[in-house]
T-cell receptor, first 112, second 118 residues
Framework: EAQVTQNPRYLITVTGKKLTVTCSQN?????MSWYRQDPGLGLRQIYY???????DKGDVPEGYKVSRKEKRNFPLILESPSPNQTSLYFCASSWTRNTEAFFGQGTRLTVV | AQTVTQSQPEMSVQEAETVTLSCTYD???????LFWYKQPPSRQMILVIRQEAYKQQNATENRFSVNFQKAAKSFSLKISDSQLGDTAMYFC???????????????FGKGITLSVRP
């Protein structure tokens, strides 16, 4: 089954404690992206990757890092989380010449 | 930069009736794609319908159809015969044509919460 898998689905952490949210896709997609969803703001792009070792900033990259060492995986790293990063996070993937984006199930992150 | 505006934060409709969700956008592009996504309480993002700007014909998917007005930059979603399972948040989104080496970013509106009453 074609899917994008995020882990964990829920996470509560404390300010400053490094964390990683994993994202994996099994469709051999070149393009992967991270979004955050906040009430009244919709979804906003954090980072994206067009292929292995090719990443770039989206609209709200501050406080986040990503890596793309393998085509299937695109982890989101918060080196020193802060309460303003409390949000719902989505990973998405697609072919670079296709409009259909496949989304993961979302990760609800709370930073206290 | 593109912007997507959904001005209605909430709507409610009686089961079996028809409801229309509004969306406007701003872009200088001539070719682009527009989408409606559904987010039920499970939080999963589900693609409802897609419209290519170069197509004059409005897209239709079963009970879902759009009214695409390119000159007015308007893209509304009509849900016919509303069902309880249509209760969800709905997002309008914009994308420039995907191309190798380019950011295939979706620009989302703020979303609208739709409640279907039994």
């Amino acid at each position: 089954e074609a899917q994008v898998t995020q882990n964990p689905r829920y996470l509560i952490t404390v300010t400053g404690k490094k964390l990683t949210v994993t994202c994996s896709q099994n469709m051999n997609h070149e393009y992967m992206s991270w979004y955050r969803q906040d009430p009244g703001l919709g979804l906003r792009q954090i980072y994206y990757s067009m292929n292995v070792e090719v990443t770039d900033k989206g609209d709200v990259p501050e406080g986040y890092k990503v890596s793309r060492k393998e085509k299937r995986n695109f982890p989101l790293i918060l080196e020193s989380p802060s309460p303003n990063q409390t949000s719902l996070y989505f990973c998405a993937s697609s072919w670079t010449r296709n409009t259909e984006a496949f989304f993961g199930q979302g990760t609800r992150l709370t930073v206290v | 930069a593109q912007t997507v505006t959904q001005s209605q934060p909430e709507m409610s409709v009686q089961e079996a009736e028809t409801v229309t969700l509004s969306c406007t956008y701003d872009t200088s592009e001539n070719n682009y794609y527009l989408f409606w996504y559904k987010q039920p309480p499970s939080r999963q993002m589900i693609l409802v319908i897609r419209q290519e700007a170069y197509k004059q014909q409005n897209a239709t998917e079963n009970r879902f159809s759009v009214n695409f007005q390119k000159a007015a930059k308007s893209f509304s979603l009509k849900i016919s015969d509303s069902q309880l399972g249509d209760t969800a948040m709905y997002f309008c989104a914009f994308m420039k044509p995907p191309a190798t080496g380019a950011n295939s970013k979706l620009t989302f509106g703020k979303g609208i919460t739709l409640s279907v009453r039994p």
